[in-house]
């Protein structure tokens, strides 16, 4: 077995799992067992690095004088949805197309997974069925060891210095939290953090939240007539104002959602809360007005109710920066090409760390890692896919 993919297989049997009711930093010291494993390989590697007081790992492979300075990151945790304790990975050699068997209760196919289907003929990595698999994001981390350990071992080869640097709580999104372009010292950046391998994300939705607390007015049900406001029930208004097809459900490519993440309450109070997406900064400000109009027909509706509502950004979709900073795309586009690969843009329905890194002075697009189906028990790893990643981020860096 080739040792990047012997590197992968070691980091996903460490449990990294971050944990969001938790206010340390990093959410779980656990995640530190791959960090500091990882600074332990680094070592060996003959490459420094230092892991600060936020279990954030910096480190840096000097190059070529003159060349920027390309930054590359993954982040050490894995998802909350799934456990990713006692990850049993299992390689299937040349799959068949027909039924993967995890294990007695599981078993995955190309009729439910469709992707499975382009993977006739590869070597997988699948989970025992128990645990996700956590390629998302070690296999990121693996393909980022192995450029590396490809330029120390290789000398002869010229490349760009190569800052890296691997973060904990990416799932909890406090990876970026503490994040310092400067302590980076990249130019441009990639994570390494998505699905399908040809894939190159530099597009992120902008992100906002709102929280609405309902008061009513409160009385014996006995003696409530003409004077019961129920929160609750104004709540349920609330939300039927929104424009419905805006719902998650109903949504794909660049439609932004309004999503009702949390209701609870009663007669005297009620809170909602939702997360607000679009691509477009300015549809994303029209969705923040139809909150406003909703606030507005609900009090007009129900004489006595009160509806406070709190409205915030969060993050911002990347494009901005990226469209002014070209450099990181470019290079990425160029390195897919000299290899002979088209490169396909998709915006993300989501966010990355890379659009607060972009946002922090460090423009950072997002590459994929050949891995499918993350946060789950039917992960999986393309082994073919992963190489070639491996093969296009060394390229990104090469002089
Ligand atoms: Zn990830």
Known sequence: MDKSL?????YVKVDTQSDDTSFSVPS????????????????????ESHINEFGILYGKLPGEKGLDPIGLNSHVDTALECSGKDVKPQIIKNYDGGYIHLNDTYKMSPAEFPTLGEHIGDDLVVTSGDT???????????????????????PEEKHHPICFCF??????????DHFNAKEFGAKY?????????????????N?????????????????AKGKMVNAANVAMAFDAELPPLKRPQFTEYKEGFNHLVEMSGGCDSAV???????????????????????????????PGAKVELDIGDDYRNMKEILDKHPEAVDQAVKAFHSLGFEPVFQPIRGGTDG???????????????????????????????FRRMIDIVKQIVKA
């Open 6 to 10: 012997e590197r992968f297989l070691r």
């Open 28 to 47: 779980q010291a656990k995640e530190l067992d791959l960090t500091r494993l990882l600074q332990s390989e680094l070592k060996d590697m003959g490459i």
């Open 132 to 154: 996700l698999l956590g390629a998302d994001d070690k296999a990121g981390i693996a393909i980022i060891m192995a450029v590396l350990y490809h330029y120390v071992t290789h």
């Open 167 to 176: 973060t904990p709580d990416e799932e909890i999104g406090r990876g970026p």
């Open 189 to 205: 950046a990639y994570t390494v953090d998505g699905g399908i391998w040809n894939e190159i994300a530099t597009e992120t939705f």
């Open 207 to 223: 992100a906002a939240h709102a929280t609405v607390i309902i008061s009513g007015v409160s009385i014996h049900p006995g003696e």
């Open 272 to 302: 909602l809360r939702y997360i607000i997406r679009n691509h477009s900064r300015e549809e994303l400000e029209i969705q923040k007005g139809e909150f406003r109009a909703a606030a507005k027909a609900v009090e007009e509706k129900f």
């Open 355 to 385: 659009a607060t890194f972009s946002f922090k002075g460090c423009p950072t697009p997002n590459l994929g890692t050949g891995s499918y189906n993350h946060h789950g028990r039917f992960e999986y790893l393309s082994v073919k896919e």
